[in-house]
């Protein structure tokens, strides 16, 4: 285990049955992941982004450093990973969910550590003028690579831009499966760019015709 992980969170990782880590997440932690150093990671589906993103906020909490802001693209996905991270970390931690009024300013967040919200929701707090927003050391955007959706991306370029503006020492994770131009998104983010291949189970390409797969070597 890295040196710089708190003791309680090598626990909970150990009890998932972690005993070392993946590529990326060797990656993140050599390129400062818990030295407060912003990421942009750019792995394949089920490769571990979700564990970096993990143990930076818990890296943050456990020390007091302040609180942890993760954004999701979809309310599903916020409530997936509200679960997760209840059964996880819930005895270390206080975590709430963030989805619901967009005309609220949800001042009981205060008494939270770990906050998951939408992108939406987060710009409506921002807009509200919450308070306890100036205590966020961490924001961790999931599937990042939204930022190009026609929908969605403009919301969560102009809550980037604030967050950067208004939280000047904040760190930042980003994380995506796919995007095309991640140089050019690390240098807009401030952050070092983590790149790997690896996936738990090989990707392969094949045509399916006549009701068998031929596979391209």
């Known amino acids: 285990m890295h040196p710089l992980l708190p003791d309680k969170l090598k626990e909970v990782i150990a009890k998932e049955g972690i005993t070392i880590f993946r590529p990326a997440q060797e990656k993140a932690l ?8 912003s990421l942009l990671v750019c792995t394949p589906t089920a490769s571990g982004k979700t564990l970096i993103a993990e143990m930076a ?5 456990l020390e007091g450093r302040g609180k942890t802001i993760y954004i999701v693209p ?12 209840k059964r996880k970390y819930g005895h270390l931690c ?18 939270y550590d770990l906050i998951i919200c939408t992108a939406e929701k987060l710009d409506s707090l921002i807009r509200h003028h919450s308070p306890w ?11 990042i690579h939204l930022i190009n959706d ?14 950067k503006q208004v939280l000047k020492s904040v760190q930042l994770i980003g994380l995506s499966a796919t995007i095309g131009n991640p140089d050019e998104l690390a240098d807009w983010l401030g ?4 790149l790997d291949d690896w996936r738990p189970v090989p990707l392969k390409k094949g045509t399916f015709y006549g009701g068998e797969v031929e596979f391209i070597d």
């Open 30 to 37: 050599k390129a400062g992941l818990l030295e407060n150093k």
């Open 57 to 61: 906020a818990l890296k943050h909490i």
């Open 74 to 85: 979809l309310i599903a996905l916020a409530n997936e990973k509200y679960r997760e991270f």
């Open 94 to 111: 206080k975590i709430a969910l963030s989805i619901g009024d967009l005309d609220s300013s949800d001042p009981y967040l205060v008494d």
């Open 133 to 143: 927003l100036s205590l966020v050391s961490l924001v961790v955007i999931d599937e």
């Open 150 to 163: 026609v929908e969605r991306g403009p919301t969560l370029e102009i809550l980037i831009t604030v967050l």
């Open 191 to 194: 952050a070092t760019l983590v």
